[in-house]
């Protein structure tokens, strides 16, 4: 079956502590995306990746950084900079990338909590 | 900067009943909006993409509208079912060609 796949489903952090969310898609989209929700508000883009080997900032990137070394895959890490990180973070991909116009899929999700 | 805005935030209804739910934009320049829906605790499932020069879009039951120059939209849902309790959310892509959320619609109806 063709999809997003994002692990773990929940994830434990320390106060100081790196995390890194996996995100994998085997839909062969060029595209792929990092969004937090948080209660109450509307998901917040954290990074994008139209195209292997290249990531811009979103409008929230302070305290993240990603990677995107295959076009499967589009890793999230969440560092000790990053001072709220509780949140569900999910993430997207697309067949073309932003001014594409089309669809994103989305993954089931990642809730990290900071303990 | 492209605000979206749900209202209601939350709404219950009874089985059966046809429903309605909101998305208002303050920046009419958007390339296209998109409905989704989203289980509790999971990740987001497309229901209808409306682009900018399209009115309207239709799934099963599903229509959503789109007038640009009033700067709305609405998913209506007809003959309602306890399956369709979700949150619903909106987002336009805008003249940066990004996605702009709504917060949602959580959405129950009641057996």
């Known amino acids: 079956d063709g999809g997003i796949t994002q692990s773990p489903k929940y994830l434990f952090r320390k106060e100081g502590q790196n995390v890194t969310l996996s995100c994998e898609q085997n839909?062969?989209?060029?595209?792929m995306y990092w969004y937090r929700q948080d209660p109450g508000q509307g998901l917040r883009l954290i990074y994008y990746?139209?195209?292997?080997?290249?990531?811009q900032k979103g409008d929230i990137a302070e305290g993240y950084s990603v990677s995107r070394e295959k076009k499967e895959s589009f890793p999230l890490t969440v560092t000790s900079a990053q001072k709220n990180p509780t949140a569900f973070y999910l993430c997207a991909s697309s067949i073309e990338g932003l001014a594409g116009g089309g669809e994103q899929f989305f993954g089931p999700g990642t809730r990290l909590t900071v303990l | 900067k492209q605000e979206v805005t749900q209202i209601p935030a939350a709404l219950s209804v009874p089985e059966g009943e046809n429903l309605v739910l909101n998305c208002s934009f303050t920046?009419?320049?958007?390339?296209?909006l998109q409905w989704f829906r989203q289980d509790p605790g999971k990740g987001l499932t497309s229901l209808l993409l409306i682009q900018s020069s399209q009115r309207e879009q239709t799934s099963g039951r599903l229509n959503a509208s789109l007038d640009k120059s009033s700067g709305r939209s609405t998913l209506y849902i007809a003959a309602s079912q306890p399956g369709d309790s979700a949150t619903y959310l909106c987002a336009v892509e805008d003249s940066n060609y990004q996605l702009i959320w709504g917060a949602g619609t959580k959405l129950i109806i009641k057996p």
């Open positions: 920046d009419s320049a958007i390339y296209n």
């Open positions: 990746s139209q195209i292997v080997n290249d990531f």
């Open positions: 839909l062969n989209h060029d595209a």
